[in-house]
């Protein structure tokens, strides 16, 4: 049979799961046939593997693995064009769960292993870095009617353009083997057949040929959606109405928020405690919006969301449920959701927001921070869910049975476990339990006719002994430390926040001198890298999205500190990334140095985190009101609000966020000789809802005062910190 008819659809087929798999000695045979057809100029490199030299957790975790991974450049490319090879791409992120497994699973097999090292060149891509990639294995998967997972094994011709892909949805070795043969059997055989015929010169390369119009294909489709985008005409109005449609999402009786999909939803919560506090929006929306943030922050921190033994949060949810983590973390993630806690504290005045908020950060800092003083990605490991959960006699062995009976009914643990049926359906966690807190300290310690301060340290010794016991179940493991832009970057936003609602000095300390270390180290002349060391543009140069945290975490600091050389970092910055990613009508994410694949890839949702969109147009809001705006062609890029927005805000809410406070503004003013108080309460002021600015000499801001601009008609002057805090923090009974 002729496998080159089915080419087309073979992004299809690889997905199907009826594909006759080969065995050994097929795949013998076909090897030497195709070492008989290829080139025998088979490059050094290609011979062993070659992540050695490369930065980053990712690339360090391979670097031993026998097959013979290369680094995503074009002269790997140009080696499989030499070598007559197709490549062998994965797509992984360092945070993405079940990476490792699905990696060590095609090492655990030596047939997949030199079928990988000899009919192919392998390349490993991080996702993260290079964002690109990651945003592309979207588009790739949606082609294929599959939902989005990693890492995704890509089978491409040395010109960059797909010929099959399949994402890997477990880690299993057998079934990561499955998941390879399936493409490999059909891939292999039409490259063969194809070789076939250009040796005997009665084709030009169908595969080559085919691909690139597929990818052609593909570079219209995207480029047409930009074309066709439709954008807002009203957006004051039309971000009110995505923000009560996100707030409708929420079902206060059944606890449920629909459409939020699996990660820990932390820019919908500072949305939302956003909008319950912000002047100008209608009454109604501001008491709906806090009560969904009462609601879903109620409903986040009494989850297994939250580590009741180590005090982190966990990035994503199994199912529908917050009560069943993913038990997987990441460094970003936690100054993510740092920000979005301490949002929601502000609106609600709930302490556990703010007790869990600084707790992530004391989590962060023991298991993220690197030994020269910046912050890791911290590389994702699959475990068994058992390992994280208990059974009861587990406590009552653990504690006593004085202990665990009120450790038990704190974390609402149950004797036949307390997983919902919904979750587990098949109750394959029978008997086992998450724990989260549904009772605060406070409450247990007044259940037990004790005060918060003597019981405090049971409390303590409590989890300390479960905590020892849980990870002698994990065992040693290696820690990443391994700098990472990103994670750094996310961190000094995390201090600056941390400083705005506790004064406490050595926050603002920590975020400067981070955000200062984080510059020198991940910056080369007026550009970002990725990681701290040299690597190729391809793998290691910052991508658009770096350039938005670095510009949002510059913004922070200059709002804590009044330091104007931050301002002028920011602008810098901002000025480099209108040059490198404005192009062709359309937010670029990756720079022309580093492109491999040709695809005009941008990132306009938020798929694994902020989107590159929302981050570029939150900062052209601040940057517009310090007199500093972006370039007119970047502003433009990032100010639009697509009106496909207000019918699904979920995956939009940083960029309706960027919306909200550019249409309902509330700048504070400040004049000259101002009270070192009043100073000190501008700069704990929240850091993106409000804008500050010195006075220029037409506002009229008298001596010691500062003027807060409400709307175009209504401004109030204040000169003291308690008529600032009355001004633009009302209590949340108000």
Excluded at 201 to 213: F, I, Q, R, T
Excluded at 405 to 432: H, Q
């Amino acid at each position: 049979m002729n496998a080159r008819k089915f080419l087309t659809p073979l992004p299809v087929a690889a997905a199907l799961c009826g594909l006759v798999l080969m065995n050994g000695s097929c795949r013998s045979g076909k090897r030497a046939q195709n070492q008989n057809i290829a080139s025998e100029v088979i490059a050094t490199e290609l011979q062993h593997n070659a992540l050695g030299t490369l930065p980053g957790a990712l690339y360090h975790s391979q670097a031993d693995s026998p097959i013979h991974w290369q680094p995503w450049t074009k002269a790997s490319m140009e080696h499989a064009k030499v070598s007559r090879r197709l490549v062998f791409c994965v797509v992984a992120m360092p945070q993405q769960p079940g990476l490792l497994k699905v990696l060590d699973a095609l090492v655990s097999f030596p047939e997949t292993v030199a079928t990988i090292n000899e009919r192919y060149v392998p390349i490993l891509v991080d996702g993260d870095a290079a964002r690109e990639m990651g945003v592309l294995t979207a588009e790739l998967c949606a082609e294929i009617r599959r939902p989005l997972q990693l890492p995704l094994f890509v089978w491409m011709t040395y010109e960059g353009n797909p010929v099959a892909w399949i994402p890997v949805s477990s880690s299993d070795p057998v079934a990561v083997l499955t998941f390879f043969n399936q493409s490999h059997s059909m891939v292999s055989q039409i490259w063969e057949e194809d070789a076939k015929m250009l040796a005997d010169k009665a084709s030009s390369g169908y595969v080559l040929k085919n691909s690139a119009l597929n990818n052609e294909n593909r570079r219209r489709r995207l480029e047409q959606r930009k074309v066709s985008l439709s954008t807002s005409g009203q957006p004051a109005m039309d971000v009110v109405r995505g923000i009560r449609q996100l707030a409708s999402l929420y079902d206060p009786y059944s606890r449920s928020f629909d459409e939020a999909g699996g990660l820990f939803p932390s820019s919908s919560l500072e949305l939302l405690a956003s909008a319950a506090v912000r002047p100008g929006l209608p009454s109604e929306l501001r008491a709906r919006c806090m009560e969904t943030t009462r609601g879903l922050l109620n409903d986040l921190l009494t989850s297994a969301m939250f580590d009741p033994l180590d005090g982190s949060v966990f990035s994503s949810r199994r199912g529908n449920s917050w009560s069943f983590p993913s038990y997987m973390r990441d460094c970003p993630g936690h100054g993510r959701a740092v920000v979005a806690l301490i949002a929601a504290y502000r609106a609600t005045s709930d302490q556990r927001a703010l007790e869990k908020a600084l707790g992530l950060i004391s989590f962060a800092e023991k298991n993220y921070l690197t030994p020269d003083g910046l912050f890791s990605i911290g590389l994702a490991k699959e475990f068994d869910p058992r390992k994280f959960m208990w059974q009861v006699e587990d406590i009552e062995e653990a504690l006593g049975k004085e202990d665990a009976a009120w450790w038990i009914k704190a974390t609402g643990m149950k004797n036949l476990g307390n997983l919902p049926s919904e979750v587990d359906t098949e109750r394959a966690y029978f008997r086992e339990n998450t724990m989260g807190f549904t009772r605060s300290v406070a409450e247990i310690a007044a259940d037990l006719s004790l005060s918060p301060e003597v019981f405090a340290p049971r409390f303590e010794a409590a989890r300390a002994k479960l905590l020892a016991i849980r990870n002698e179940r994990f065992g040693k493991s290696a820690r990443d430390e391994y700098p990472h832009a990103a994670s750094s970057f996310r961190m000094v936003s995390a201090y600056a926040a941390a400083f705005t609602i506790t004064g406490e000095e050595v926050y603002r300390t920590k975020a400067v001198a981070l955000l200062k270390h984080s510059r020198e180290a991940f910056g080369t002349g007026t550009k970002l890298r990725a990681f701290a060391q040299q690597a190729p543009d391809s793998i290691g140069a910052g991508r658009a999205f770096l350039y938005s945290l670095a510009l949002q975490s510059a913004l922070d600091v200059a709002a804590i500190t009044a330091d104007e050389s931050w301002l002028i970092w920011s602008e810098d910055l901002a000025t480099m990334a209108a040059e490198m990613f404005t192009g062709d009508g359309f937010l670029k994410e990756c720079p022309d140095e580093a492109k491999i694949i040709d695809l005009p890839v941008t990132d306009l949702t938020m798929l694994f985190d902020d989107s590159t969109a929302g981050l570029v147009s939150m900062a052209q809001v601040r940057l517009a009101e310090l007199g500093r705006p972006l370039v007119a062609s970047f502003s433009e890029l990032a100010t639009p609000l697509p009106t496909y927005v207000m019918d699904s805000p979920i995956p939009h809410t940083d960029l309706m966020l960027a919306t909200l406070i550019r249409h309902y503004k509330v700048t504070v003013i400040t004049g000259a000789d101002l009270s070192a108080a009043l100073k000190s309460a501008i700069g704990r002021l929240p850091l993106r809802a409000i804008q500050r600015r010195s006075a220029l000499p037409e506002d009229k801001v008298p001596t010691g005062a500062v003027r807060i601009l409400l709307s175009e008609e209504q401004s109030i002057v204040v000169t003291t910190p308690e008529a600032l805090q009355e001004a633009l923090l009302p209590s949340a009974a108000k």
